[in-house]
């Protein structure tokens, strides 16, 4: 085994479960250890506290003139339940088939670690040619609670010019992949309450309005015959595709065929005149993704429920605003409600989407060190997810992010077998320092 896989598998073996408490102990082992191995490399390296997990920062000695680039990662797992469908314990790394199987293996210690491993490649080469800022948080599977708070207090120690993040996937083994978008998300609940008890279907069927019909004809308002969004105004400020990303994406080894694999739907169903990559990531959605009301139970029971409900979000795409959205949701909502119930709509959380320009001087770097890397040219994509870090970096610290994942398609992350290809470790070691030498050439932007 190589030095660097061994220490990856040091690093794996610690059970760091940022969610559960009991592993608090080893959430914060895990932190001192990769403190212990930023020292030895010769950076400064920090453990702060936090209301939660501790936030590791390192650094190198930063000078004027120097372009300033941030590295985010985050040593925190998620839990491995259900354990039993494990083929190795998953806080015992094993290699089999050139995978590294554990929990962490790709999200996110895997790709983090490479990024460590490859500054202290090129610190090896002498001084860095940025510099360079290390944020590793323990909070990232339990929503980063305490990481806003932390990038607002330490605003001015953390400044820098372009962030590197790699917790995003390729879309295939060997094809380097730069994301630069997502899709941000809004949330709400459609509440309808008829009578105020269950009525006998027989005595007073025909007479009221039943609220579990009403949430089917709201929810079955939400898209039109062509799988438009038939929300007024809902597609008004969406920001069109541009012709260089159809073409993009047009390359992009993705077709309908492995989608189909993938989810394992008998077909692909979306809005009219858009393919399945510009339906997933350059558009924005409606969805359904509960319903309830009525008797669930065995067999039948003649019943006129009280009260029935929906749960929506809507994926959304640069251009809309998350409050205008629900704004909107919310008239639509309140204007396809059939008389004779009352509709209440809940709103939920919100995330704004997420767009920077790949063809900056800086993602320009980003897929130059991609294309040395893997030997081929990286494709370009957005993500239909969302990464809310991502957005909380552009507003607190007004740096950009670049997206370089390493995950590949059926790596398992949050998972029983989560795996890691030794492969995309070691591509990953050398992108970071092709990624170091090239930004430390573009230099400061004055
Ligand atoms: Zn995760």
Redesign the pocket.
């Given at each position: 085994m190589t030095p660097e896989l061994s220490q990856l598998f040091e690093f794996l073996r610690f059970p760091s479960i940022s969610t559960d408490s009991r592993h608090k102990g080893d959430v914060r082992a895990c932190a001192e250890w990769l403190d212990a191995k930023l020292t030895g490399m010769g950076l400064t390296s920090t453990i702060h506290e936090t209301a939660g997990h501790p936030i590791v920062v390192a650094r190198n000695q930063h000078v004027e003139g120097k372009l300033n680039l941030m590295i985010y990662g985050h040593y925190d797992v998620?839990p491995v339940d259900p354990v039993e469908l494990w083929a190795s314990p998953p806080f015992e790394p094993e290699i089999r088939d050139g995978k590294i199987y554990a929990r962490g293996a790709t999200?996110?210690k895997g790709q983090m670690f490479a990024h460590v491993l490859g500054v202290e490649k090129a610190l090896a080469d002498g001084e860095l040619p940025v510099n360079l800022t290390l944020l590793f948080e323990g909070e990232?599977?339990i929503g980063s609670k305490n990481l806003t708070p932390f990038l607002e207090a330490h605003r001015e120690e953390l400044a820098c010019d372009v962030i590197a993040v790699s917790?995003t996937g390729m879309v295939g083994p060997g094809i380097p992949t730069m994301g630069y978008g997502l899709r941000g998300i809004t949330c709400g609940e459609v509440i309808v309450t008829g009578p105020s008890s269950d009525l006998h279907s027989g005595v007073y069927g025909g007479s009221v309005m039943n609220p579990v019909t009403a949430v089917a004809r709201i929810v079955a308002s939400l898209h039109d015959a062509d799988e438009k969004v038939a929300i007024d105004g809902f597609y008004s400020d969406v920001a069109p595709l541009e012709d260089w990303e159809r073409e993009a994406w047009s390359k992009v080894p993705f077709g309908e065929k492995e989608y189909l694999a993938e989810t394992g739907a008998p077909a692909s169903v979306g809005e009219a005149g858009y393919t399945v990559a510009e339906r997933l990531w350059g558009r924005p959605t409606a969805e359904v993704n509960g319903i309830g009301g009525g008797y669930q139970g065995e067999g039948s029971k003649t019943v006129i429920a009280r009260e029935a409900m929906a749960k929506l979000s809507f994926r959304l795409v640069p251009g809309q605003d998350p409050d205008d959205i629900l704004d909107k949701v919310e008239a639509h909502v309140m204007a396809n409600a059939p008389k004779g119930v009352d509709v209440k709509f809940v709103r939920g959380h919100s995330g704004e989407p997420y767009l920077n320009d790949p063809h900056s001087d800086y993602g320009k770097a980003a897929q130059a060190s991609l294309a040395t890397t893997f030997g081929k040219e990286p494709v370009l994509i957005r993500e239909g997810g969302s990464i809310p870090i991502i957005n909380t970096f552009k507003t607190i610290l007004g740096a950009d992010s670049l997206m370089l994942g390493l995950a590949v398609p059926g790596c398992k992350?949050?998972a029983p077998n989560e795996s890691f290809n030794v492969e995309n470790f070691e591509a990953g070691i050398e992108l970071n320092q092709e990624l170091i030498r090239r930004l430390g050439a573009l230099g400061k932007k004055s």
């Open positions: 998620q999200d996110n990232e599977e917790d992350i949050h």
